[in-house]
């Protein structure tokens, strides 16, 4: 045997060669693997950071486009007010601390207004951004400098302000400070001898944490370095770059074609050191082999060691909580187990710090592996998603979210993982897997690795809020310009009722005391016909005027089936046309309701039209039916409106009478029709609600009380009977068949009636005879009512409380300020013959 002859010792001498041979090599292995671990690791934490970085810097200048574009909408801006505009600016430079300077210029590079006011009036025409937006029309950046007032380093940035038809006007600016990046690297707890660096596509080396020796002129970054990033774009590479020091460098792409690179101290050789150890130990090793030949320690140590194994490999599945437990640290294997303990929560508090970051960030961010698999995400996007990161990692992409024009492979989330290329989108509806959509912005950045896609980065943020502060800033715009039609229609209305008061107060008149006046039954009824067709006209001026507040209120008591019989009939043809039925159930003896009439003609006859627009949505037959009916319990008269088209949705009745909502295109209606019904009844101390009709289709329903307040009976008591004074009546219009006309109706009843043109015409009259009653129009030529007025307060005091004012302009504010002054009698035009005699024997009667 080859053993004979060997003594004891040499045998154990072997043996402790061997065993020393054995933990050398042990030694070894262990600290190559913790070395290719620590580099790859390093690395790969390298290019998370910079890619972070990357992405904070892209945001940092997407931000900075955002805030110039908004900045351009301000109409200081646009209109050059420098006193505005820069203390516009100030205000947003205070609120935003990364702008170093806000500011505009004019097209010709003269700057009109900044928040740094020692570059107010500058001229900037020469500055190379200032050229790229001014005449590219694009956001324009400028090169690295240091910023004069605080020394920091900063770039420029400028977009261009364009008028409706696209020519400039002025470019916006803002001087963008770069020490982002020592925040970050503050935020993200780098090691010592870690460094961040920014560098432009021309090697200009932008901005540097920690920077060695700040000066002002600009530095350069290595060539090999910017080779390596010309040549790869994104990804880790080892070299002496950024310093005297080879480490492991991250490297990313940034915004307008920068790089952001990150440098990690280079792995400490744990390996080296455990070899060193480990040498001075083998002398040490050798007795205690010895030993444990005696006493089985050499199980011992087998089994350390593969406990130490089976930590790495738990560490490299990346448990990074895991340890070894050894409180024993004096061997070799201790102080291996030391060291993998420390290696170990390094890592793992570099991988908190890089969770710490991305939880920070405040957008969602996810990444996906080469088979679409969720690999990780972060806290915003586990929110948004609807699940936490241990649901939601290991899932399909597909199975998280879709976009909704999209699904499967066609995806265009997928897109930047089989194309390689960044894809963005602004404006895009995402499906989550409980099938709710939610509205978002998204960039899809691929992780690549030696220059293959390995998977993808998605960042994204929800602009729910936004898309609903911009659908609500669209409605308020909506809103205004109904508001200005309706104002426009208000001025139109008044003047087109003005112009038909006073002839259709003569047609009134006249066919009333044509009417009067014949025995013939035939000529008599054609003058009721007249009669009744006038006031027709006469109501729908009014429902126009109600429909714009412009008529004025008067209560009396109102037979509520009369306004259903009156507003069916004024819409009767539109009805016949769009062949719609119409059922008029009205109760017998229904008591009166104290309201203004003209309201609650408009009341009805807006619902009559809603229910109208409804039925020309659903095919034949159409029904449309009014009822009324008497509540004695509750002491209300009823009215209810039915239709049968497609009635109102349960979600949307609680909106249905809220000003300018409306389910009509805007061609059709302007959502003010039932919020003025709801006004209406409300303000005669009734409701008004809508349901569902029998049968389906929209049921309204208005309830209003019964009768007269007590305090209006005895003022509005019957008139004691007995004949009519006769009395002297000065009539003052200058439209001359509306005076005629009321002359005659006045002389019919035996009164003496004399007619003036104007004011000075009855000034004239007045002074030679002493009337009675003076009817007087509003507006006249030369002299008008209230002048008229004015002059009788002088000269004849007391002929002023014998003024009755006849007034066609709809107490417009300058006439309904003068009868709230003046607190005299007044018509409103049109009126018939029985309102111009009652007024005037309440006169005689004082």
């Known amino acids: 045997m080859a053993w004979r002859g060997v003594s004891v010792r040499g045998y154990f001498l072997t043996i402790v060669t061997l065993a020393l041979t054995a933990a050398l090599v042990l030694v070894l292995d262990l600290a190559h693997q913790q070395r290719r671990q620590l580099v790859t690791t390093t690395g790969q934490d390298a290019l998370r950071l910079a890619r972070i970085a990357a992405a904070a810097h892209e945001r940092t200048v997407a931000d900075a486009q955002r805030t110039l574009e908004l900045l351009a909408r301000f109409p200081e801006v646009r209109g050059a007010d420098a006193g505005g505009c820069t203390g516009l600016v100030a205000e947003l430079r205070r609120r935003l601390p990364r702008y170093l300077d806000l500011g505009a210029a004019h097209a010709d590079g003269t700057v009109y207004c900044a928040a740094d006011p020692t570059i107010a009036r500058a001229r900037l025409a020469d500055r190379p951004w200032f050229r790229s937006a ?15 007032a605080t020394g920091r380093p900063a770039v420029d940035v400028a977009a261009p302000v364009l008028d ?33 660096a920014l560098i432009d596509r021309d090697g200009l080396l932008l901005a540097r ?8 002129e600009a530095r350069r970054a290595d060539d090999a370095l910017m080779r390596t990033l010309t040549a790869r774009g994104s990804g880790v590479v080892e070299m002496a770059a950024l310093g005297s020091v080879a480490r492991p460098l991250g490297f990313a792409h940034a915004a307008n074609g920068a790089w952001v690179v990150v440098g990690l101290p280079a ?17 040490v090793i050798g007795i205690l082999v010895l030993l444990a030949a005696v006493v089985g320690s050499e199980r011992l140590l087998r089994r350390r060691i593969e406990h130490l194994v089976a930590a790495t490999r738990a560490l490299a599945a990346g448990d990074f909580g895991t340890r070894t437990g050894w409180t024993d640290t004096g061997g070799e294997l201790g102080q291996v187990g030391q060291a993998f303990d420390e290696m170990a929560a390094a890592i793992e508090r570099l991988t908190r710090r890089t969770e710490l970051i991305l939880e920070a960030v405040g957008e969602a961010i996810l990444g996906v592996d080469a088979e679409e698999r969720v690999t990780f995400l972060n806290g915003v996007a586990a929110a948004l998603l609807g699940g936490s990161a241990a649901e939601l990692v290991g899932r399909s992409l597909h199975g998280v979210l879709r976009e909704a024009t999209g699904g499967g492979t066609g995806c265009p989330l997928c897109a930047a993982l089989a194309a390689g290329a960044v894809v963005q989108s602004s404006d895009a509806l995402l499906v989550k897997a409980d099938g709710t959509a939610v509205a978002v912005e998204y960039t899809c950045t691929p992780k690549r690795d030696g220059g293959r896609t390995i998977g993808v980065v998605v960042a994204l943020k929800d602009i729910s809020a936004r898309k609903r502060t911009d659908q609500e800033r669209q409605r308020q715009r909506d809103t205004l310009h109904q508001r200005d039609k309706l104002a426009s229609m208000a001025t139109l209305l ?11 107060t003569v047609i009134i008149a006249g066919a009333t005391l044509l009417r009067d006046a014949t025995a013939d039954d035939g000529v008599r009824r054609r003058a009721e016909l007249l009669e009744q067709a006038a006031e027709r006209c006469a109501l729908t001026i009014r429902n126009f005027l109600a429909l714009v507040r412009q008529y004025p209120a008067t209560r009396e008591e109102i037979a509520l089936d009369r306004i259903a019989k009156e507003t069916v009939a004024l819409v009767a043809y539109q009805l016949e046309v769009d062949e719609i039925s119409v059922d008029l159930s009205l109760a017998r003896d229904l008591p009166p309701v104290w309201a203004d009439p003209h309201q609650l003609h408009q009341v009805v006859l807006n619902l009559v039209t809603n229910a109208r627009h409804a039925l020309r949505t659903t095919p034949p ?12 319990e509750h002491g209300r008269v009823v009215l209810e409106v039915a239709d049968s088209g497609p009635g109102v949705a349960p979600e949307l009745r609680g909106y249905v009478f809220r000003p300018f909502f409306t389910t009509k295109s805007p061609e059709e209606g302007t959502g003010l029709g039932l919020a003025l019904c709801h006004d209406i009844v409300a303000a005669h101390g009734g409701t008004i609600r809508v349901e569902t009709a029998p049968g389906g289709g929209g049921l309204f329903i208005v309830e209003l009380p019964l009768g007269r307040p007590e305090e209006t009976k005895t003022a509005l008591a019957a008139p004691v009977a007995g004949p009519p004074r006769q009395g002297r009546v000065l009539v003052v219009d200058d439209d001359v068949e509306l005076a005629g006309v009321l002359a005659a109706a006045l002389r019919a009843e035996g009164h003496e009636v004399q007619i003036a043109a104007n004011g000075l015409d009855a000034l004239a009259l007045i002074e030679a005879t002493d009337f009675d009653v003076i009817l007087t129009d509003v507006r006249m030529p030369k002299l008008d009512g209230p002048g008229l007025h004015r002059e009788l307060a002088q000269r ?14 709809i107490l417009g504010r300058e006439t309904a300020a003068f009868l709230e002054r003046t607190k005299l009698a007044h018509l409103t035009k049109p009126f018939d013959i029985k309102q111009i005699r009652r007024v005037v024997h309440d006169i005689l009667d004082r």
């Open 494 to 504: 008044a003047d087109v009722a003005h112009e038909l008061n006073n002839p259709l």
């Open 209 to 216: 944490h920690p920077d060695p020796a700040p000066v002002a």
């Open 164 to 196: 409706r038809r696209g020519r400039l006007t002025a470019v916006v600016f803002a001087v963008l400070d770069l020490a982002w990046l020592h925040e970050l690297a503050g935020a993200a707890d780098l090691p010592p001898g870690a460094v961040i």
């Open 621 to 632: 037959p159409r029904r449309l039916s009014l009822t009324t009916r008497h509540d004695a």
């Open 134 to 148: 001014a005449e590219w029309r694009q956001l324009g950046v400028g090169e690295y400098h240091r910023d004069r």
């Open 267 to 283: 792995p400490a050789t744990a390996a080296g050191r455990a070899f060193a150890d480990g040498v001075g130990w083998i002398a």
């Open 796 to 809: 004849r005091p007391e002929l002023v409380e014998r003024l009755v004012f006849l007034t066609g302009d």
